[in-house]
């Protein structure tokens, strides 16, 4: 069973370019959430996809924007790049809501780099 | 909202020492709790969460964690460290509610030695 995997591994943009990043959900997961992890911290939470639609944001600016496919994988879409948007992009799936405690599941992460 | 923070941003510690790892929260609401690691170059593998029932949680490779709600710390120990155990390790925390996103702290980086 494969886990959450994660496309491409390593990009390189220049400022005000525009990138699609892709992840995949474990097998038997319907939902998807995007994690943005800068060198030295810890993951901030950029959205939650649910059923296609977005069902929670973080503080991230409409600049970060997202997609869910009926197969349940997902984009994030980032545009008009900043040198501030370098960071390791960690996508997480998760079973839908139960009503209780649905663990999260991580892919090994997207580390994009803006010159 | 929920914030974490994590009081160590280092610690190294020689190869079966024991080490501690000091997690303290703040939310207005009830939340489960987490410790994640993350190994060079790699995504966040759960090591152990806290979700109800006995505060002293055991999770994977020997790890456990103590919660305190009186403290709001949830800190994680193990008795005795491998090489292996050399890795940056994250508190979380999310709210025990229709509120999915993992709040994380800034992380603990441990370096084992011989």
């Known amino acids: 069973d494969a886990g959450v995997t994660q496309s491409p591994t390593h990009l390189i943009k220049t400022r005000g370019q525009q990138v699609t990043l892709r992840c995949s959900p474990k097998?038997?997961?319907?939902?998807v959430s995007w994690y943005q992890q800068a060198l030295g911290q810890g993951p901030q939470f950029i959205f939650q996809?649910?059923?296609?639609?977005?069902?929670q944001r973080g503080n991230f600016p409409d600049r970060f924007s997202g997609h869910q496919f009926p197969n349940y994988s997902s984009e994030l879409n980032v545009n008009a790049l900043l040198l501030g948007d370098s960071a390791l992009y960690l996508c997480?799936?998760?079973?839908?809501?139960?009503?209780?405690?649905?663990?999260?599941?991580f892919g090994p992460g997207t580390r994009l780099t803006v010159l | 909202a929920q914030s974490v923070t994590q009081l160590d941003s280092q610690v190294p510690v020689f190869e079966e020492a024991p080490v501690e790892l000091r997690c303290n929260y703040s939310?207005?609401?009830?939340?489960?709790l987490f410790w994640y690691v993350q190994y060079p170059n790699q995504g966040l593998q759960l090591l152990l969460k806290?979700?109800?029932?006995?505060?002293l949680v055991k999770g994977i490779n020997g790890f456990e964690a103590e919660f305190n709600k009186s403290q709001t710390s949830f800190h994680l120990r193990k008795p005795s460290v491998h090489i292996s155990d050399t890795a940056e390790y994250f508190c979380a925390v999310s709210p025990r509610s229709n509120d999915y996103k993992l709040s994380f702290g800034a992380g603990t980086t441990v370096t084992v030695r011989a």
């Open positions: 097998s038997g997961h319907d939902t």
């Open positions: 996809y649910y059923e296609e639609e977005e069902r």
């Open positions: 806290y979700l109800s029932g006995s505060t």
């Open positions: 997480a799936s998760s079973t839908g809501d139960n009503g209780g405690y649905n663990e999260q599941f």
């Open positions: 939310s207005s609401v009830s939340v489960y």
